[in-house]
């Protein structure tokens, strides 16, 4: 029996940041907006922290492999729910971001982990207030009918992460 991998070139291209950064836009996200938020979780520690250093950072965490494959997971899911290609009576608890199920949560968390311990009190901060580009993705998934559960976790995860980039960098 031939043992089956995965196509390398596929696993490894070197545009798989751009085409993570591609579908997250496809979904309603830029890493500016992700910046922002890393921003406004750092700018009152850093005074001389710039959007622009924020952005550097976001794309930092973004070009993670982990990070990647985080995101491509929350995004398929988000995406086959919305599809109705999932079944009940997950795509009902996917589809209203049910409060109890925390699996996007701990997908969240895998991208938050990769900067450490403080990056996980400011995911659980930015979670809760869901500021900026937080709060369209929840009221979407609310109104509009489109599934944000997993892409607003992960957005706020890598804004966490990011933040916790910055602050490990200006201790």
């Known amino acids: 029996m031939e043992e089956k991998t995965f ?23 830029t ?43 929350g995004l398929e899911l988000d995406i086959l729910a919305e599809k109705g290609n999932v079944s009940e009576p997950l795509r009902t608890m996917l589809m209203d971001d049910y409060g109890l199920y925390g699996v996007d949560e701990v997908l969240a968390l895998a991208i938050v982990n990769v900067y450490g311990s403080i990056g996980f009190t400011n995911f659980g ?8 580009i937080l709060k369209k993705l929840d009221l979407e998934g609310k109104e509009k009918g489109k599934c944000n559960t997993f892409l607003d976790d992960i957005v706020g995860a890598i804004a966490a992460a990011a933040a916790s980039s910055i602050a490990h960098k200006f201790a």
């Open 125 to 132: 901060y930015i979670d809760k207030v869901k500021p900026g």
């Open 31 to 73: 890493l500016v907006e992700i910046a922002e938020l890393t921003y406004n979780l750092q700018a009152k520690y850093i005074p001389e922290l710039s959007r622009e250093s924020c952005l550097e950072h976001v794309e930092r965490v973004v070009t993670k492999r982990e990070v990647q494959n985080a995101i491509l997971t």
């Open 7 to 29: 196509d390398d070139e596929v696993v490894n291209e070197p545009n798989m940041r751009d085409m993570v950064v591609k579908r997250m836009e496809e979904r309603g996200v």
